[in-house]
């Protein structure tokens, strides 16, 4: 692997920051990863698992120097992490984070950046993860096999897009360019709504159905043991692609009643068949 | 482990079935397991793979002098079925089913059965499985650690239910008796609503969506690559537990909603809470 950095900043070296660490070193793809954390314990693990090479509390300090800075924290957090770092950074350097919304934190963070602004910046969301957080969790094949989604804008230069591309092609994960709205509709479908619904899937058991919830309940359901404040934070950022996303799901479960009341089974193969093609597709995608 | 049976005859030794017949074998609860099927290709598949020791297309044949007949075909066919095999079995034998809804087919079987008949029956849902089907799927331990809910009536005799009880027990599930009507109540919330949920979920996407479906996604979605004949059966079975069941979740999407719409982040992140301390205690009680 060609080295494209000499010297890469992970603030929030956890679930997401931490497995970029493990995967841009043991790839050789950077010298050397600081890592930039809020908690000493914190820092330490992840200096003594190896996901980073060195990490301070300090973020002036963290980011000094660096080719690249990643902002790995959760949603809420990113924009104001972005004003504390870029006033410290290399005037050349590359900025970038992997919030899984993008319009506001893109909005955000180019507003902090001066037309004139050596700092290159585009925004990240690598559509990979676990219900699973932290460090600990962190695994140098996350990415492998996976989809990085960019959301350059108008303003992004295109030799950002590019090096940002390379870092993430360089872990494993195959790179699309989205608008950063198209990208929030798109995660509202396929992440917010799911993560939602699992959650209703839940609070509407009583508590003596819980015994009863087995496998395929148990699958249903995972995600809904992720972060609560990461994804409070998400469904705030992303309020109005999720309220259209569950509008979309209730005409779909309107459709399924309809099916039902009528007995119209042919009607509900039809509706189950269209999902099991669709299902069935995305293993043959892998 | 004690031998329970001489001969059990499984009507349908798929997934479901031919786990059992592999359990039974395995861990020496019965001499023999005869598998009656509808293809030759799969009753001889079931009997190279070990599954049962012997199969027949031949009900009558099939069910002639078992002890225990498992009626393990999908939820619409099993009252014909049970209407063909119970003339041709002995008086004193044992007959039990694994459909996933119970009130019907425990109603209807019951009807087959004259109030002076030697034969005991009582309705059995063991909740293991996967979305794949067929004996090739089929597996020794599926039933390890599972649930195993019987359903008995005012018309079961005790030892009946004792006897299946014993059966599921030695294949390594866990025995929990309910009401045919509260089993298919509770079924509608734990299994049957989750999966036209995922066929939603898969049907509202835009087909220009897909290439951004991780993980979660795919998790949230699994049970909807089941068999869509199956899954109609169960749905026309319990077509008023679900249609409740659909309404509970569109009572749950108007809180989401409506907190979101107001910018409720403490009502949002509570409500996402409660559902993660119910999904992280399904974790724990394995």
Excluded at 58 to 83: K, N, Y
Excluded at 253 to 276: E, H, M, V
Aim: net charge negative.
């Amino acid at each position: 692997m060609q080295r494209l950095f000499e010297k890469v900043t992970i603030i929030g070296p956890g679930l997401i920051g931490g497995s970029l660490g493990f995967a841009l070193l043991e790839r050789g793809v950077c010298e050397e990863v600081v890592g930039v954390g809020r908690r000493q314990c914190s820092i330490d693990e992840a200096v003594r698992l190896g996901a980073v090479t060195s990490a301070t509390l300090d973020i002036e300090e963290g980011v000094a120097g660096a080719d690249l800075v990643v902002l790995a924290t959760s949603v809420g957090t990113i924009p104001t992490l972005a004003q504390r770092a870029i006033p410290h950074m290399k005037e050349s350097a590359l900025l970038t984070d992997v919030g899984s919304t993008k319009r506001l934190i893109v909005n955000e963070i180019e507003k902090l950046l001066a037309d004139d602004s050596g700092i290159g910046f585009v925004g990240s969301h690598p559509l990979a993860g676990s219900e699973k957080r932290g460090v600990q969790a962190a695994r140098e094949d996350l990415f492998d096999n996976s989809v990085c989604v960019l959301t350059p804008t108008a303003r992004t230069k295109a030799e950002t897009t590019e090096a940002v591309a390379n870092l993430w092609t360089a872990v494993g994960a195959r790179v699309v360019l989205l608008d950063p709205a198209q990208h929030d509709s798109i995660l509202s479908r396929v992440s917010h709504l799911p993560h939602v619904v699992a959650a209703a899937l839940l609070n509407l058991l009583a508590d003596s159905d819980m015994p009863f919830a087995a496998s395929g309940f148990r699958d249903t359901t995972r995600v809904a043991s992720s972060d609560v404040n990461l994804w409070t934070e998400i469904c705030a950022h992303n309020k109005q692609e999720i309220l259209n996303a569950l509008d979309a799901l209730r005409a779909e479960l309107d459709r399924i009643s309809a099916a039902l009341g009528r007995d119209d089974l042919n009607a509900l193969r039809d509706y189950l068949n269209r999902a099991k093609e669709r299902r069935d597709s995305l293993n043959r995608g892998r």
